[in-house]
Each structure stands twice: as structure tokens, then as C-alpha cells.
Nanobody
């Protein structure tokens, strides 16, 4: 089970940190990913991190602004979002799966989503 939190309403240029808490004893062996879905658009990849945290990947649209990290002792993955833009407005979902991939179809469990709204 995944529980995402940390969303909210912020102005452009602000920062937010999303958290995703996972239940289960094998958290450290699973890839974690963040995806987002804006109104009227398809769900898109944001970032992913391997179980060890050694490898990370980002969508070009967030590279240099967002940072993914994880604390395996707390079964939690984070998404630090800086320099937010109105186009970052979306529901953000965390997901877990066995593969290090940007494809949402490869992730098996999804959290409920947390809304991020960035005003201009």
C-alpha cells in the first residue's frame, strides 16, 4: 500500500516536497516512481529511483528542478520539487514495481495521488 502526501497550492517559483509512504517489508528491493496527470492529459513519467537509490531518472521537463530520494529505513520515497511552474500542476502519483523504467504500465502498485497546484 502506498500513501502519497505533501501536495498543495503554491505560487510559481515555490517548492514542495512530496512523500510516499509504503507498507511492507521489501520496500528496499523495489523501484519507486513518481508520475503525474494534469487535467485532460495522460499520466506522464516524472522520476524514478532504484531500490538502493543509486540510480535515478527524470523527465526532461523536471530535470534540474526535481529531486527524487528514498529512505529505506522509513519505507518512504520523496520528491523535492523546486522552482515550480504552472505547468507542473497535476495530481502526482507514486508507484512501485520490479523494473527500473519510465513506463507507467510496468508499475504494479499505485498510491492515491496528491494534488499539486501552481499558480502564476
Amino acid at each position: 500500500q502506498l500513501q502519497a502526501s505533501g501536495g498543495g497550492l503554491v505560487q510559481a517559483g515555490a517548492s514542495l516536497r512530496l512523500s510516499c509512504a509504503a507498507s511492507g517489508r521489501t520496500f528496499s528491493s523495489h523501484v519507486m516512481g513518481w508520475f503525474r496527470q494534469a487535467p485532460g492529459k495522460e499520466r506522464e513519467f516524472v522520476s524514478t529511483i532504484t531500490g538502493s537509490g543509486r540510480l535515478t531518472s527524470y523527465a526532461d521537463s523536471v530535470k534540474g528542478r526535481f529531486t527524487i530520494s528514498r529512505d529505506n529505513a522509513k519505507n518512504t520515497v520523496y520528491l523535492q520539487m523546486n522552482s515550480l511552474k504552472p505547468e507542473d500542476t497535476a495530481v502526482y502519483y507514486c508507484a512501485t514495481g520490479p523494473m527500473y523504467t519510465t513506463s507507467p504500465t510496468r508499475y504494479t502498485y499505485w498510491g492515491q495521488g496528491t494534488l499539486v497546484t501552481v499558480s502564476s
